[in-house]
Each structure stands twice: as structure tokens, then as C-alpha cells.
């Protein structure tokens, strides 16, 4: 199921709608989103990891992004640019197992995937890091601002 508008969508997406694309398995998917979770917000509190899954998953249901996790997650491969500076910076994408961040990233993300996840960005598709330009050119509608990013929608 794919939504025209990049708006809140709680409590209307099965979550296999997020699993869909090709041969990864749902735990793939669940390593792809703790994964991104964990390099893009290891060091939020667990509102603001939480936030970071909420973009995954609002771009798996809009129209312009593909319809799934990993494929979410890796758009734009492995060379710059991509959407997540992470999977094409050239270094390893290997979390540090039992880190406090990684165990998180995994029970988040698995939280994510096993319930109807509640969006707190209002349905952001886009976050930057506080004190960084906006790396986009086109313009963008603030949402919130949550820890140390901010999220557009």
C-alpha cells in the first residue's frame, strides 16, 4: 500500500507492507532499519531513534521512495550520493555489537516492525543533524525537532 501524501499514517499500514520488496526476510529488513537507526541516531535517546524509524517507515509507504526497508535504507547504493550518509561513506557499516546503541537500534526497530508503529514526526520523509545547512534544495516543511535533528516533510 502506497500513500499520495507524506502524511501521518497511524494505525492504517499492516506491517508487511514494509517487508515487501525481493528476497530479504523480514529479519534482514529488521537489520536494515537497526542498522540505520544505529548509525544515524546511536546517540539520541530513544525518542529520537525512534524518530529516525518513523522517516524509514513513512518513506516505505509514499510514492517517491521504494516500498521497503532495506531497499528504503539503501537507496542511491553504496556510492555518494545516497540517502543515508552512512551506507555509502566507504566504511564499515558493521554496528559495535552489545554497545548500548546497537541494542537499542535492534529493540526499536524490532518494535517497529512487530506493531503499528506511532509516527513522532508527523510524517517526515527528510531530518538533517541540528547545526548543519539544509542539505536539500528544495524547500521543505519543518515538522519538529527532535534531539539533536530536525525533520521535513
Request: with cysteine; net charge negative.
Amino acid at each position: 500500500m502506497k500513500l499520495s501524501s507524506p502524511f501521518v499514517f497511524i494505525g492504517v499500514v499492516v506491517i508487511g507492507t514494509f517487508l515487501s520488496a525481493g528476497d530479504a526476510t523480514a529479519a534482514d529488513h529488521e537489520r536494515c532499519l537497526a542498522t540505520a537507526l544505529y548509525w544515524e541516531a546511536k546517540t539520541e535517546e530513544d525518542k529520537g531513534m525512534t524518530a529516525v524509524a518513523s522517516v524509514i517507515v513513512n518513506r516505505v509507504g509514499h510514492d517517491e521512495f521504494p516500498d521497503s526497508i532495506c531497499a528504503v535504507v539503501k537507496q542511491g547504493g553504496e556510492e555518494p550520493p545516497c540517502q543515508f550518509s552512512f551506507w555509502c561513506d566507504g566504511k564499515s557499516d558493521a554496528p559495535e555489537i552489545g554497545s548500548d546503541g546497537w541494542e537499542r537500534a535492534k529493540e526499536i526497530a524490532g518494535d517497529t516492525l512487530q506493531k503499528i508503529p506511532l509516527d513522532v514526526t508527523k510524517g517526515a520523509l527528510f531530518f538533517h543533524a541540528e547545526g548543519l545547512e539544509t542539505p536539500w534544495i528544495l524547500q521543505r516543511e519543518k515538522t519538529v525537532e527532535i534531539g539533536g535533528h530536525i525533520f521535513y516533510r
